[in-house]
Nanobody
Framework: VQLQASGGGLVQPGGSLRLSCTAS????????VGWFRQAPGKEREFVAA????????DYARSAKGRFTIDRDNAKNTIYLQMNSLKPEDTAVYYC?????????????????WGQGTQVTVSS
């Protein structure tokens, strides 16, 4: 499945952004989808994931309480709502899909990746 991440941009600390991950080529409704991010000079890290039916979500400790992942299978799109953004959230954000349909924090288990969208949190 081909994934397209969008919605990044420049935002002030404390602000919000909503990222979208849209699929083409086939339906995402049977896939779990995760968001990862990579800051300059750092390794890619897990942010959040949602199961195929939306029944299970998983968050990194840094995202819990501030970020919300959800999905609209009718629109073939997964969202990441990011609130109370901090400068340390600055990174390229990637979405990825796993065919098993179950959430995982391990990037090697994801089968398909989209290109990233830049999020910059700065005053």
């Amino acid at each position: 499945v081909q994934l397209q991440a969008s919605g990044g941009g420049l935002v002030q600390p404390g602000g919000s952004l909503r990222l979208s991950c849209t699929a083409s080529g086939r339906t995402l409704s049977t896939y779990a989808v995760g968001w990862f991010r990579q800051a300059p000079g750092k390794e890619r890290e897990f942010v959040a994931a949602i199961s195929w039916d939306g029944g299970t979500t998983d968050y990194a400790r840094s995202a819990k309480g501030r970020f919300t992942i959800d999905r609209d299978n009718a629109k073939n799109t997964i969202y990441l709502q990011m609130n109370s953004l901090k400068p340390e959230d600055t990174a390229v954000y990637y979405c990825a899909a796993v065919r098993s349909g179950y959430t995982t924090q391990y990037s090697y288990r994801y089968d398909d990746w989209g290109q990233g969208t830049q999020v910059t949190v700065s005053s």
